[in-house]
């Protein structure tokens, strides 16, 4: 029987996805009759290890998934499991994605000191977030709120909303829902009012380009729509360069007919700039790359250039 060796980071949230991943995998070998054993491998990656650092500091996104990508290329795991909107928009040469699941949530939550919801939060309210772009949007609503750096796994940024005298504490409603703590969450944030990260919500099952049996097993897995809406806002992230944590948002939907409505968003910091356009077409690619142009023409790149310095 052939094995797969399965890779994901070690925090809470990636082993319960992971695990998640291969309940649904192992049913799927079940319906197809094949026979295949899934083995699970935690490994620990730098931005695991360096938890006391804004990430935007330290080298962005593709802290999550380096040593990951090592182990694909070293034969010590098959396919790994990681959070799309973790991964960089490159994949290096050799590595693909072989799947991408149905979606979770994309919106953003709240979990407050109170209860209540946005409009509840107090004037001059401390929310913790280290997001730039959720800082971004909700400071553009709210000048008054303070924003508080928070990092760590979801758990210990829970935590954190007593240990440091919080507010508030912004997080994806996915991860919470997929921990099964859907209720601590106090408010969700309609996507218009907060876009949420390219990807959020949405897995990537990334593996080795040239494995046949992982890539045909993978294929049973993938998720039409949300394979077509993520590839529109990836599409949108790679022509604004964003590989690193920035202000950006993006989220696109696709009806019955094929439509796909694509909202994408640049912004500062402080909340003060921040352009949104929407468009809709039906290749994902060329709508992503339409509304990044669009939001270039008024000047995301300039916005973008100030927070990277
Ligand atoms: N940046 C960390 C991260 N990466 C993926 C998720 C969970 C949500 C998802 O899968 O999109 C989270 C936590 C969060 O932002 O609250």
């Known amino acids: 029987m052939r094995k797969i060796v399965v890779g994901t980071r070690q925090s809470a949230l990636a082993l319960t996805q992971t695990g998640q991943v291969i309940d649904q995998l192992k049913a799927l070998c ?18 695991d290890r360096i938890l006391d650092v804004t990430l935007s500091k330290v080298g962005g996104k593709g802290l999550f998934v380096k040593e990951i990508e090592q182990a694909l290329f070293d034969g010590e795991i ?24 149905e979606r979770e949530d994309p919106r953003d939550c709240l979990i407050t000191k109170n209860g209540g919801g946005f ?17 971004c949007q909700l400071q553009q609503q709210r000048p008054d709120l303070n924003i508080v750096s928070v990092r760590g796994n979801i758990d210990s940024r829970i935590r954190k909303l007593e240990t440091e005298g919080l507010d508030a504490i912004m997080l994806a409603g996915a991860g919470l829902h997929r921990m099964g703590w859907k209720d601590r969450i106090d408010a969700y944030l309609p996507t218009e009012l907060c876009l949420p990260a390219v990807g959020q919500g949405a897995l990537c099952i990334e593996c080795r380009g040239d494995d046949a049996f992982v890539l045909g097993l993978l294929a049973k897995y993938r998720h039409e729509p949300t394979t077509v809406t993520v590839t529109a806002e990836r599409s949108f992230l790679g022509r ?11 989220y696109a939907q696709l009806a ?5 409505t694509l909202t994408g968003m ?3 910091p402080d909340g003060k700039q921040m352009i949104k356009e929407t468009m809709t077409g039906t290749d994902p690619e060329q709508l992503g790359l339409h509304v990044a142009e669009a939001l270039i023409a008024r000047g995301a790149s300039e916005i973008l250039a100030l927070v990277v310095e």
């Open 30 to 47: 079940m319906e197809h009759g094949i026979e295949v054993e899934f083995e699970l491998k935690k490994i620990v990656t730098k931005g």
């Open 256 to 260: 019955q007919d094929g439509q796909i």
């Open 266 to 268: 640049v912004g500062s």
């Open 78 to 101: 098959d396919f790994a499991v990681h959070s799309m909107k973790d991964m960089p928009f490159q994949l290096p040469e050799g590595l693909v994605v072989g799947a991408i699941p």
């Open 240 to 250: 604004l360069n964003g590989g690193c944590q920035v202000p950006i948002g993006a």
């Open 119 to 135: 409009d509840e939060l107090p004037q001059g309210a401390k929310l913790g977030t280290s997001s730039l772009r959720r800082a």
